[in-house]
Nanobody, 122 residues
């Protein structure tokens, strides 16, 4: 029905940069927000950044000034540009979208991507 697919993960050295992409496809009427979460080994999943349809963005304090989230509303896509990466940024990064599915009225639903691994070496 609706799928989110991430890409762009991999291995990067500390101080480097990486860009993640997420594309939502399927029976989408409207996307309220697209955001990124991450889960490091042995830790709970944490929210990283959000991009709302009206252009607002918000960030986890520890990534402010280093990460930039953006969206292409026309393509139902979101991106996470990560710079000055640190080993503690190592995690599986998940794309999340809260959206309204076609023919489901105004009810919003949550969808998740499968995750993409980002590994930052020291």
């Amino acid at each position: 029905q609706v799928q989110l697919v991430e890409s762009g993960g991999g291995l990067v050295q500390a101080g480097g940069s990486q860009r993640l992409s997420c594309v939502a496809s399927g029976s989408i009427f409207h996307i309220n927000v697209m955001d990124w979460y991450r889960q490091a080994p042995g830790k709970q999943r944490e929210w990283v950044a959000a991009a709302f349809t009206d252009g607002r963005t918000t960030y986890l304090d520890s990534v402010k000034g280093r990460f930039t989230i953006s969206r292409d509303n026309a393509k139902n896509s979101a991106f996470l540009q990560m710079s000055s990466l640190k080993p503690e940024d190592t995690a599986v990064y998940y794309c999340h979208a809260q959206l309204i599915v076609l023919n489901e009225g105004s009810r919003s639903r949550d969808f998740w991507g499968q995750g993409t691994q980002v590994t930052v070496s020291s």
